[in-house]
T-cell receptor, first 113, second 117 residues
């Protein structure tokens, strides 16, 4: 069965420094993977998605993620954090052949001025 | 939020009372979903709909029922609310089914915070 594990529940970075949010996946097949962001008291917004077309996926707001099959990872990165990036980030995978997304437990990103 | 509204946005109720949450969309998307969000669990699918009067269960459907009489509205009902159903509930929509189109995006509503005392 597909699942994702977010390795950090909370990440804190200084403004202007790189962001790394880690996600490992578990799947017998080539997975579909997504990163969503949730700002306080808001719904979720899609940042980027991996659909096997390219291993390096670029998303909105300067975020990108790299699919590494050998490491079963799909880590989210950004070169330089902005204050507006402070939010909760979810790594998500799709159950093959079903209408069910599986969400990781989330990583809360804090950006220090 | 992609033309999705949820009502009410906040509700406090007592154990044993019925509760209905409403999701309304203006996008004419075929698929609609209800999730709950709890600390340490991320979001979990409760029920989803793939058309008017067509619904199916998700991962955590016990204690919940849904109805969809119109394309734009998807109702989630707690027949007899329990404290374990205290959560934040999110509605989502997608134009196409995720099963067939794995790259299809879901759009999420702003959420409803439900507290069951």
């Amino acid at each position: 069965a597909q699942s994702v594990t977010q390795l950090d529940s909370h990440v804190s970075v200084s403004e202007g420094t790189p962001v790394l949010l880690r996600c490992n996946y578990s799947s017998s097949y080539s997975p579909s993977l997504f990163w969503y962001v949730q700002h306080p008291n808001k719904g979720l917004q899609l940042l980027l998605k991996y659909t096997s077309a390219a291993t390096l996926v670029k998303g909105i707001n300067g975020f990108e993620a790299e699919f590494k099959k050998s490491e079963t990872s799909f880590h989210l990165t950004k070169p330089s954090a902005h204050m507006s990036d402070a939010a909760e980030y979810f790594c998500v995978t799709l159950e093959t052949g079903a209408n069910n997304l599986f969400f990781g437990t989330g990583t809360r990103l804090t950006v220090i001025p | 939020d992609a033309g999705i509204t949820q009502s009410p946005r906040h509700k406090v109720t007592e154990t044993g009372t019925p509760v209905t949450l409403r999701c309304h969309q203006t996008e004419n998307h075929r698929y609609m979903y209800w999730y709950r969000q709890d600390p340490g669990h991320g979001l979990r699918l409760i029920h989803y709909s793939y058309g008017v009067k067509d619904t199916d269960k998700g991962e955590v459907s016990d204690g919940y029922s849904v109805s969809r009489s119109k394309t734009e509205d998807f109702l989630l009902t707690l027949e007899s609310a329990t404290s374990s159903q205290t959560s934040v509930y999110f509605c989502a929509i997608s134009q196409l089914g995720l099963a067939a189109f794995s790259y299809n995006e879901q759009f999420f509503g702003p959420g409803t915070r439900l507290t069951v005392l």
